[in-house]
């Protein structure tokens, strides 16, 4: 493995436009060039990113433990799967919380479960079609904070192709201390991966997360790579995996070991979010879109509008829940303007 990441560290074209040190621990690159460089500064990001990573293993530990008691199926994505998956245990991907996704019939059990460990819910927007996470933290130091999903992503267009009991069945198993926990197989971690990094803008996506992608592409055999094609047809994603793709090798210098033919591969017209300038209205009218019956289309509206007085608490940090309603038309107000932000 380590091997694998040297190797896209040579070939890597953009790693020396990161210039600064802040630059390089933003893009989540601070214990991957810790090792070839010598700044005080990256040796103390990697120092906390290994203290990290053993305070969130004992923690997820915990939490997977209380879930497979309770007979609770889960399954984790992303960053903190990856370590397991990926970079063999190392702390080598930095992140920022463990996404965890359950069945949505379940998510009373586990906020209870979480609740019992010591986490607090910092509640985002709720509702069945305006949101599908919150976030729990606890008062460690250093945190650990769980992101408990019950939809795939946050994109109605996207998770509609990825329903959990899907996700559950077709996943692989991967430890953390005692505990077993399932993660997407690599076909769907890829598609998944792909659009997580399309769905963000330019600015906000991190550069680690195309080392994620190229490891998992090149730990698929010929075969397994085609399936992945082929899948992503399926699920109406194959624009954004193959601009993904194509992005991933002129990256690193064609390092990648792209052994299909790309071009036999037909791309569906999608909703397509390799948009540069994509506004806040293009993602209510993409999710309107997205969204069957006039019904269930004024159900989202509503639910934007009209969240919990707990979500008005903890977006202007009040002290309590009273008075909460005198501040929904300043939400109105710079919700309006972030429409076009």
């Not at 080598?92 to 919380?97: E, G, L």
């Not at 109605?156 to 201390?177: C, K, M, T, W």
């Not at 008005?312 to 309006?336: C, Q």
Request: charged letters at 20%; glycine letters at 2%.
């Amino acid at each position: 493995m380590f091997n694998s990441v040297h190797k896209l560290i040579e070939h890597d074209s953009k790693l020396h436009s990161y210039d600064t040190h802040q630059q390089i621990i933003q893009q989540g690159l601070a214990p991957l060039v810790a090792q070839i460089n010598q700044s005080t500064t990256l040796a103390k990001a990697n120092l906390f990113e290994q203290a990290k990573l053993l305070n969130w293993q004992k923690k997820a530990e915990a939490f997977f433990s209380e879930l497979n008691k309770n007979h609770i199926r889960f399954v984790v994505i992303k960053g903190f799967a990856y370590t397991f998956l990926l970079y063999r245990k190392s702390n080598i991907r930095p992140y920022s919380d463990i996404d965890v996704v359950i069945d949505p019939k379940d998510y009373s059990i586990v906020e209870t479960i979480l609740t019992k460990l010591g986490y607090q819910v910092y509640s985002s927007r709720q509702g069945k079609f305006v949101s599908f996470q919150n976030s729990f933290f606890d008062n460690g130091n250093p945190q650990a904070v769980i992101d408990l999903h019950w939809q795939v992503n946050n994109r109605i267009e996207f998770h509609q192709h990825f329903p959990f009991s899907d996700l559950y069945h077709s996943a692989q198993n991967l430890r953390v201390g005692l505990q077993n926990f399932k993660t997407p197989n690599n076909i769907n971690t890829f598609i998944i991966a792909c659009f997580h990094y399309q769905a963000h803008k330019p600015s906000d996506r991190k550069h680690i997360w195309l080392y994620d992608l190229a490891l998992l592409w090149n730990s698929m055999d010929k075969v397994s790579k085609i399936s992945c094609l082929e899948k992503s047809k399926f699920v109406q994603q194959s624009s954004i995996v193959i601009n993904t793709l194509i992005h991933v090798s002129n990256t690193f210098n064609n390092c990648l070991e792209i052994d299909v033919n790309l071009t036999c591969i037909s791309q569906e017209n999608t909703e397509s979010y390799l948009q540069i300038d994509r506004r806040k209205y293009h993602d209510i009218a993409t999710r309107l879109k997205n969204i069957n019956g006039y019904k269930n289309k004024l159900l989202f509206l509503s639910e934007y509008l009209f969240q919990s007085r707990s979500y008005v608490k903890n977006r202007f940090h009040l002290k309590s829940k009273t008075g909460a309603i005198l501040y929904y038309p300043r939400m109105w107000f710079e919700d309006f303007f972030k429409l076009f932000k």
